[in-house]
Nanobody
Framework: VQLQASGGGLVQAGGSLRLSCAAS????????MGWFRQAPGKEREFVAV????????YYAESVKGRYTISRDNTNKMVYLQMNNLKPEDSAVYYC????????????????WGQGTLVTVSS
């Protein structure tokens, strides 16, 4: 599966952004879809993951209550709605696909998008 993320940009603290990830390939519904982020000088970290049906969602503690992951299997899209953004949310955000099972570990994700930059100003 090929992934392309978009929707990043510059936003003030307290603002919102919605990231999108477009997938191509025949077996999109077979994948858990996740979002990760990487700030300069830091490791890539888990943000959120959604299962194939879209009903089961898991979040990092740092974004719980502010971010919402969703997917549209018909159009092969995954979204990350980010509200009440904070400067520490600034990072390159990546969407990723995991053909195995639920995981917060980046090594379990075989497919990655190119990343989209989110910058939150204080």
């Amino acid at each position: 599966v090929q992934l392309q993320a978009s929707g990043g940009g510059l936003v003030q603290a307290g603002g919102s952004l919605r990231l999108s990830c477009a997938a191509s390939g025949r077996t999109f519904t077979g994948y858990y879809m996740g979002w990760f982020r990487q700030a300069p000088g830091k490791e890539r970290e888990f943000v959120a993951v959604v299962n194939w049906s879209g009903l089961n969602k898991y979040y990092a503690e740092s974004v719980k209550g502010r971010y919402t992951i969703s997917r549209d299997n018909t159009n092969k899209m995954v979204y990350l709605q980010m509200n009440n953004l904070k400067p520490e949310d600034s990072a390159v955000y990546y969407c990723a696909a995991n053909g195995g099972a639920y995981s917060r570990n980046k090594i379990d994700y075989a497919y990655w998008g190119q990343g989209t930059l989110v910058t939150v100003s204080s």
